[in-house]
T-cell receptor
Framework: AQSVTQPDIHITVSEGASLELRCNYS??????LFWYVQSPGQGLQLLLK??????LVQGIKGFEAEFKRSQSSFNLRKPSVHWSDAAEYFC??????????FGDGTTLTVKP | DTEVTQTPKHLVMGMTNKKSLKCEQH?????MYWYKQKAKKPPELMFV???????INESVPSRFSPECPNSSLLNLHLHALQPEDSALYLC????????????FGSGTQLSVL
């Protein structure tokens, strides 16, 4: 069965510091991987996606993620966090056109 | 227009009420979705519409009734809800060429009293 694990429930970083959010997946075939961000009371916004090709993908708002098949991971990174990045982050794997499996999310707090 | 618009943003209803949630997109997407999201949890898929036809129903109770009147509009009719149905209801859409991607609306925060 497909699954997504985000090991960190809550992460706190200082503004300007680097960020890495972890995501591990379990999927039998080539995964289609996503990171979404959700601000309080809002919907989810797509940050970036990996379908194939270059394993380092760039997204919006200065985020990037690296797909590592050998580690079944798709970690999200940002070199310098801004206060506006405080939000809930969800990793997801899409296993067919209709369904996606989301991780439980990681809450990011940014200290001034 | 690159948005998925949901109305209302907030809704409070009693257990005997009938209400509807509305979702609209003008991006030409032919797949549309309803999700339910509890606080601090990931969204849970409820329904999928493809070409205005219901293609997936994730065993959702019949007190939730979806409707897709046309390719731009998706409704969720609510009747006799329970307090545990209180949640953020999210609508999403996908382009045909990339149906694994979701474009989400901002949601309707529903409270059932």
């Amino acid at each position: 069965a497909q699954s997504v694990t985000q090991p960190d429930i809550h992460i706190t970083v200082s503004e300007g510091a680097s960020l890495e959010l972890r995501c591990n997946y379990s999927y039998g075939a080539t995964p289609y991987l996503f990171w979404y961000v959700q601000s309080p009371g809002q919907g989810l916004q797509l940050l970036l996606k990996y379908f194939s090709g270059d394993t380092l993908v760039q997204g919006i708002k200065g985020f990037e993620a690296e797909f590592k098949r050998s580690q079944s991971s798709f970690n999200l990174r940002k070199p310098s966090v801004h206060w506006s990045d405080a939000a809930e982050y969800f990793c997801a794997v899409a296993h067919n056109a209709g369904k996606s499996t989301f991780g439980d999310g990681t809450t990011l707090t940014v200290k001034p | 227009d690159t948005e998925v618009t949901q109305t209302p943003k907030h809704l409070v209803m009693g257990m005997t009420n009938k209400k509807s949630l509305k979702c609209e997109q003008h991006m030409g997407h032919r797949a549309m979705y309803w999700y339910k999201q509890k606080a601090k949890k990931p969204p849970e898929l409820m329904f999928v519409y493809s070409y205005e036809k219901l293609s997936i129903n994730e065993s959702v109770p019949s007190r939730f009734s979806p409707e897709c009147p046309n390719s731009s509009l998706l409704n969720l009719h609510l009747h006799a809800l329970q307090p545990e149905d209180s949640a953020l209801y999210l609508c999403a859409s996908s382009p045909l060429a990339q149906q694994r991607i979701r474009f989400f609306g901002s949601g309707t925060q529903l409270s059932v009293l």
